[in-house]
């Protein structure tokens, strides 16, 4: 369960501010009374003085309060969010974008316009994000979910996390790599993406790769990668997308640029051996339909470590706390001490 707002790390510690209050209570009972010895006292009688005396109820006052703001100090207030400790089912997954320069065909329609590959992927990317929160008004959630940019070189734009609304923000920025980065590094991304999941401590592990083109790119092999995958327990889902039609297309930068078939059997392979599956996307539909199926994996259920992203908030406790204890100190020692 994620909960964001105060939170006090020793709240038993609370416990102490009872002890304070039942002082309190006595100070108000059996505080002393001071007396003056008068020859006569006919000039009182004269004088209208109130039983009601608030003024003695200041003292013991300011020494519950300050012992209440040390005691909430001591209980280390924070704000800030964490994750609580339950058992749900969790995966850590990689989102592998294809970023290359055949990204740019627009052979896709979302709200009634053509839109190029890379928008719709990105927007069905996010789509999938947002399946995995609890509600959809959370910042975090309980999956850890990362992305690998590729084209000629593949890279972590943004390691695991629970963040959801950075991971959102680092989609939205993906943009289609430079020329002289172009290509297609299918085996560079999934063997990245590996190496991400070796690290995590989840028992369930997923990556999910979006690309529109053919190996051209990278030192490593997509089955060398799908191998490893394998070794390690981690599932791969892969993802075609684009439309079946061949010859050339003009790009938004007004270059002219070949469509070229996507590899299917070679995609089907490394969702087969990894005990995945393989999705064809030619429109939109499909896209967005890959991404839901794909958001409905059955996953291990395993136990959630505390997150914690807070600040601590006890100094304010304690400054108003020791303000009180000086208004005591002060007030007892020149306003309020009866007269010997």
């Known amino acids: 369960m994620v909960r964001q707002g105060f939170f006090?790390?020793?709240?038993?510690?609370?416990?102490?501010?009872?002890?304070?209050?039942?002082?309190?209570?006595?100070?108000?009972?059996?505080?002393?009374?001071?007396?003056?010895?008068?020859?006569?006292?006919?000039?009182?009688?004269?004088?209208?003085?109130?039983?009601?005396?608030?003024?003695?109820?200041?003292?013991?006052?300011?020494?519950?309060?300050?012992?209440?703001?040390?005691?909430?100090?001591?209980?280390?207030?924070?704000?800030?969010?964490?994750?609580?400790?339950?058992?749900?089912?969790?995966?850590?997954?990689?989102?592998?974008?294809?970023?290359?320069?055949?990204?740019?065909?627009?052979?896709?329609?979302?709200?009634?316009?053509?839109?190029?590959?890379?928008?719709?992927?990105?927007?069905?990317?996010?789509?999938?994000?947002?399946?995995?929160k609890i509600s959809r008004t959370d910042r975090f959630g309980l999956d850890r979910i990362g992305l690998v940019l590729f084209a000629g070189i593949a890279w972590t734009r943004c390691p695991l996390t629970l963040d959801y609304e950075i991971l959102e923000r680092t989609i939205d920025e993906a943009i289609f790599a430079p020329q002289e980065k172009d290509g297609t590094a299918i085996g560079s991304a999934l063997g990245l993406a590996v190496q991400r999941l070796s690290q995590s401590e989840a028992k369930s592990k997923v990556i999910i790769l979006l690309t529109d083109g053919i190996n051209n790119r990278g030192e490593i092999t997509p089955m060398d990668s799908a191998n490893i995958a394998k070794e390690r327990g981690i599932k791969v889902y892969t993802i075609g997308a684009g439309s079946e039609e061949t010859g050339y297309t003009m790009t938004t930068e007004g270059l002219l640029v070949m469509r070229q078939p996507i590899d299917e059997e070679q995609l089907k392979k490394i969702a087969e051996i990894t005990g995945g599956k393989y999705y064809r996307a030619t429109d939109t539909e499909g896209i967005m339909k890959a991404y839901d199926e794909i958001s409905q994996l059955e996953s291990t259920e395993v136990e959630i470590s505390d997150f914690y992203e807070y600040k601590e908030n006890f100094m304010p406790f304690l400054l108003i706390g020791f303000m009180f204890a000086l208004a005591y100190i002060y007030g007892r020692r020149f306003l309020w001490d009866p007269l010997p």
């Open 8 to 132: 006090l790390t020793y709240p038993y510690v609370l416990i102490l501010i009872l002890p304070a209050f039942l002082l309190f209570l006595w100070h108000l009972r059996y505080d002393r009374k001071a007396s003056v010895i008068y020859s006569s006292t006919s000039f009182l009688r004269i004088l209208r003085v109130d039983r009601f005396n608030w003024r003695k109820f200041l003292p013991p006052l300011f020494h519950f309060i300050a012992i209440s703001m040390f005691v909430i100090a001591i209980s280390g207030p924070t704000y800030g969010v964490r994750v609580s400790k339950d058992r749900a089912n969790v995966v850590d997954i990689i989102l592998c974008l294809d970023i290359s320069g055949s990204m740019t065909q627009q052979d896709y329609v979302m709200g009634g316009r053509p839109r190029d590959r890379l928008y719709v992927a990105k927007m069905a990317a996010k789509k999938f994000v947002e399946s995995r």
